[in-house]
């Protein structure tokens, strides 16, 4: 038996262009680490949200919702391989997003910041 540990990517950047990569990047990723879940497809990207658009200086974001599952999971192992998988390559890209992964709520009083593009830069 799993316990709920909700996890979430918030992606933003400046520029249009360098978002659109990233979220067509976040898609294909996301689509690829859910492909053996038995459900009708699309299924992994249906997570990545639509682009939102600030109201000023060009900034627009995105953002992954968590998966659900409990932690254990076949599916949360799967959201764990994708959340990794496109937080290594938006860190390694050159397009200038700035991102955050948090844990909240679920059944635990765990919450904070997992990776961020700060800390990978430390790293």
Aim: net charge negative.
């Amino acid at each position: 038996m799993g316990y709920i540990k909700h996890h979430t990517i918030v992606v933003t950047t400046f520029g249009f262009e360098y978002l659109k990569e990233a979220h067509q990047k976040a898609k294909e990723i996301f689509e690829n680490n859910f492909e053996n879940e038995p459900y009708e497809k699309p299924f992994g990207s249906v997570l990545v949200s639509d682009i939102v658009y600030g109201l000023k200086n060009g900034q627009c974001s995105f953002f992954i919702a968590p998966d659900g599952s409990k932690e254990g999971w076949g599916t949360s192992d799967n959201g764990d391989n994708a959340r990794k998988e496109f937080l290594d390559w938006l860190n390694t890209s050159e397009n200038y997003c700035d991102y955050v992964e948090v844990i909240f709520g679920g059944d635990d009083d765990n919450e904070g910041i997992i990776r961020s593009k700060q800390m990978d830069l430390n790293d």
